[in-house]
C-alpha cells in the first residue's frame, strides 16, 4: 500500500469506471494515487450503463477500436475474479454471447455484411434465419427475418463493478477528494505566464504541477491523468482542445415475463439484456448537451424498438427508467495516452459506449504509461495530438 503521508504521486480527475479501475492498477503497483470525483464514484456513466462487453457487436469494420477490445475482453476474466477477491463483491461476469436480430431487408443486408467481415477476420459467428432464432429464442417476433450469434460478447453486473472498484481501490490505499470537482490543471507554462484558459497552447512545452479543485486549492503532482468523461474537455488549463461531448443515454428496465431471453439480444432499435428477473432495455444516442435526464419521447423509443422485437414486453411491468451521459468523441475512438505539449499530461476519456468493456484495458495502458512501461497495444489512432488542425 503506498504511504499516504506524502504527496500523491498521480492525480486522476474523475471516478467512473475508468478513472477508478486506473487508480486501482496504479495502487497495486505501488503509486500514490489520489482521485478527485466532484460526486460519488461510480455513479454516473458507469451506473447509467448496461454492463455488456460487446467487441464485436460495437465493432463496425476491423481496426484499432476491435483490437482495443479484444484486449479488453481477454482480461476481463481475471480482472473480474481480481476485484472480487479485492472487494468481496462479486461482479456477475457471465457469457452467453449475443444475438443480433435484423428486422427489416435493409438490416438483414447488413447483418451479412457484417458476418461476412468478421468470418474473415477468424471469428466463429453464425448467421441464421428467423426460424432458427426462435427456436433459439422463443420471446423473438415473427417479424425478425434473419439474426447473427456471437458467442465472444459477455456481460457484468456495471453497478456492482462500480461499487466494487470503490471498494478495492479504497482498501489498496487510493484517496479520494469527493464533494469538490476539478477545474483544471496547472501547469508550469501556465503558472510561469500567469495564463490559465481552457484550450490555451503552450509553448515551450509545459510541465504538470496539479490539479485546481473548484474551490481553488491545488493538489501538487506530476503526473495527471484526466479520466472526467464527458466533463473532460470542460477543464481548464488544458494544453488543447478536447473534443469530447456528452451523448445522453436513456434505458428502462421492465419485469422478466415468459417466455424469457436467455441471452442478451441486439435489434435495430434498442438492446434487451435479461439479469436478475429483469430485462434492461437501451440505450438512446441523444446528442442534447449535459442534459442528463429521461423524457418521455426516449423511453418511447426504446419500448416501441422492445416490443417490436419481443411482443411479449407490452405486457411486462415498467420497473426502472433512467439515463446517463456517455463521453463521445468526433470518430468514436477514445482518447488514450500522453499530451505531447505537456509533460506528465495524460488522457484516459472518450470512451463512449464502451467505458465498461475497454476499463481494464486502459488501466494496464495508462498504469504502463505512468511507471514508464511500453504499453503492449499501439496507441497512435487514440492519442489527443489527432485532433489537431492539420493532423492526418
Known amino acids: 500500500m503506498p504511504d499516504r503521508t506524502t504527496a500523491p504521486d498521480v492525480v486522476i480527475i474523475g471516478a467512473g469506471i475508468i478513472g477508478l479501475a486506473t487508480a486501482w492498477e496504479l495502487a497495486r503497483r505501488g503509486v500514490a494515487v489520489t482521485?478527485?470525483?466532484?460526486?460519488?464514484?461510480?455513479?454516473?456513466?458507469?451506473?447509467?450503463?448496461?454492463?455488456?462487453?460487446?467487441?464485436?457487436?460495437?465493432?463496425?469494420?476491423?481496426?484499432?477500436?476491435?483490437?482495443?477490445?479484444?484486449?479488453?475482453?481477454?482480461?476481463?476474466?481475471?480482472?473480474?475474479?481480481?476485484?472480487?477477491d479485492a472487494s468481496g463483491i462479486d461482479v456477475e461476469y457471465t457469457g452467453g454471447g449475443k444475438l443480433v436480430v435484423a428486422i427489416s431487408e435493409a438490416e438483414e443486408a447488413k447483418l451479412r455484411e457484417q458476418c461476412e467481415w468478421q468470418r474473415a477476420s477468424g471469428f466463429a459467428v453464425e448467421l441464421m434465419d428467423g426460424d432458427e432464432a426462435r427456436r433459439r429464442e422463443p420471446a423473438l417476433s415473427l417479424a425478425v427475418r434473419a439474426a447473427l450469434f456471437l458467442p465472444l460478447d459477455c456481460q457484468v453486473e456495471n453497478r456492482r463493478l462500480a461499487q466494487a472498484l470503490w471498494l478495492a481501490t479504497a482498501r489498496a490505499g487510493v484517496e479520494f477528494r469527493l464533494g469538490v470537482g476539478a477545474a483544471g490543471v496547472r501547469t508550469s507554462s501556465a503558472a510561469d505566464a500567469g495564463r490559465r484558459g481552457r484550450g490555451a497552447r503552450r509553448s515551450p512545452r509545459a510541465r504538470v504541477l496539479g490539479v485546481v479543485l473548484a474551490d481553488g486549492e491545488l493538489i501538487a503532482a506530476e503526473r495527471v491523468i484526466v479520466a472526467a468523461g464527458s466533463w473532460s474537455g470542460q477543464l481548464d488549463g488544458l494544453?488543447?482542445?478536447?473534443?469530447?461531448?456528452?451523448?445522453?443515454?436513456?434505458m428502462l428496465a421492465v419485469e422478466t415475463i415468459p417466455p424469457v431471453l436467455r441471452r442478451v439480444v441486439l435489434t435495430p432499435g434498442c438492446y434487451l439484456i435479461p439479469r436478475a428477473g429483469r430485462v434492461i432495455v437501451g440505450a438512446t444516442m441523444e446528442r442534447v448537451g449535459f442534459r442528463s435526464y429521461p423524457t418521455p419521447a426516449g423511453v418511447h423509443s426504446l419500448l416501441d424498438a422492445a416490443v417490436q422485437a419481443v411482443p411479449a414486453l407490452a405486457q411486462a411491468p415498467l420497473l426502472e427508467v433512467w439515463a446517463g451521459l456517455r463521453p463521445g468523441t468526433p470518430d468514436d475512438l477514445p482518447i488514450l495516452g500522453p499530451d505531447p505539449a505537456a509533460d506528465g499530461l495524460f488522457y484516459a476519456t472518450g470512451h463512449f459506449r464502451n467505458g465498461v468493456l475497454l476499463a481494464p484495458v486502459t488501466a494496464d495502458i495508462l498504469a504502463d504509461l505512468v511507471t514508464g512501461e511500453t504499453p503492449e497495444l499501439e496507441l497512435a489512432a487514440f492519442g489527443p495530438e489527432r485532433f489537431d488542425e492539420g493532423a492526418a
Open 35 to 84: 482521485v478527485v470525483e466532484r460526486g460519488t464514484p461510480g455513479q454516473a456513466a458507469t451506473w447509467a450503463a448496461g454492463g455488456m462487453l460487446a467487441p464485436l457487436a460495437e465493432a463496425r469494420r476491423p481496426g484499432p477500436l476491435l483490437e482495443l477490445s479484444l484486449a479488453a475482453l481477454e482480461r476481463y476474466a481475471a480482472f473480474a475474479e481480481a476485484v472480487r
Open 239 to 250: 494544453p488543447r482542445d478536447l473534443p469530447v461531448e456528452p451523448v445522453r443515454g436513456q
